[in-house]
């Protein structure tokens, strides 16, 4: 059982587009990661959320989480070629915080 | 700073054989853990741990031990290689509560044959 679940899993796009991934779960969590990962690489941290409703913004890219923390979002603006990789997000529920669970990650490639 | 250290990069074992992934951190991090990554299925935790001698499993735990002797080594042993354990494993470690997020080595890819 997938106790966080990312949508969609894949994703092509054109440079410029706008896109949503989705990260969700029946559960609660004390705070809220995502990731990117290159091939052949570690995964990379992009930001942290811990309080319910926060918003966090990285350059293009908008972060957001759930006001019960159970869900976030990562919205990319004008997204480049450069964006292109593996979307992760993860979660640390209450606690419990050393064990931190991945969703399955989302593909994105933005195509020039 | 060297991060989280990770050797082998590559490492073929035949079925049965047993092996030790080797994990270091010098950042002085509480939190370390295993992850093993495989195609659609993200990361998924193998074993975990909070400290210096306190280990606990994670979600796929099977065939797979860990010992936490000093705070920077974390190695995971595979006591009898399966091909089921075909994967790229990762090491990461974080500081302590709130976890903040974890830094990540880069990998090892194991095959069994």
């Known amino acids: 059982t997938q106790l966080l679940k990312q949508s969609p899993q894949f994703l092509s796009i054109q440079e410029g587009e706008n896109l949503t991934v989705y990260c969700n779960s029946s559960?609660?969590?004390?705070?809220l990661q995502w990731y990117r990962q290159e091939p052949g690489e570690g995964p990379v941290l992009l930001v942290t959320?811990?309080?319910?409703?926060e918003v966090k913004k990285l350059k293009r890219l908008t972060f957001q989480f759930g006001d019960a923390r159970k869900d976030s979002s990562l919205h990319i603006t004008a997204a480049q070629p450069g964006d292109t990789g593996l979307y992760l997000c993860?979660?640390?529920?209450?606690?419990?915080?050393?064990?931190?669970?991945f969703g399955q990650g989302t593909t994105l490639q933005v195509k020039p | 700073n060297a991060g989280v250290t990770q050797t082998p990069k590559f490492q073929v074992l035949k079925t049965g054989q047993s092996m030790t992934l080797q994990c270091a951190q010098d950042m002085n991090h509480e939190y370390m853990s295993w992850y093993r990554q495989d195609p659609g299925m993200g990361l998924r935790l193998i074993h975990y741990s909070v400290g210096a001698g306190i280990t606990d499993q994670g979600e796929v735990p099977n065939g797979y031990n860990v010992s936490r002797s000093t705070t920077e080594d974390f190695p995971l042993r595979l006591l009898s290689a399966a091909p089921s354990q075909t994967s790229v494993y990762f090491c990461a470690s974080s500081y302590s509560k709130p976890l903040w997020g974890y830094t990540f080595g880069s990998g090892t890819r194991l095959t069994v044959v």
């Open positions: 993860a979660g640390a529920r209450p606690g419990n915080t050393g064990k931190l669970i």
């Open positions: 959320v811990v309080t319910g409703g």
């Open positions: 559960s609660v969590f004390s705070s």
